[in-house]
C-alpha cells in the first residue's frame, strides 16, 4: 500500500483510528507514528508488541524517510 503524504502533516498507523487503520491483530493500536518535523518525514516505532521495520531494519530509534523506503508494519 502507498500513501501519499502532506509536509506538515502527523499521522499514526495502527489499528485503532490509524491512517491508515489496519485490522491485523499482529498490529499495535497505536504502532508507529509518521511525522514531518524540521523539513523531513520520521518514522518512529510507539513500543509495538511486533516491531516497525524500515527497509528490513527493525527500528529502534526514529529515523528519517527516503522517496521509495519501505515500511513494514
Known sequence: MMLPL????????????GRPRLSDLSVSRRHAEVAFRNG???????GSSNGTYLNKVRLLEPRA?????QLKI
Open 65 to 69: 524517510l527516503d522517496n521509495g523506503d
Open 40 to 46: 523531513q518525514w520520521i518514522v518512529s516505532d510507539l
Open 6 to 17: 502532506s509536509a506538515g502533516e502527523t499521522f499514526v498507523i495502527g489499528r485503532r483510528g
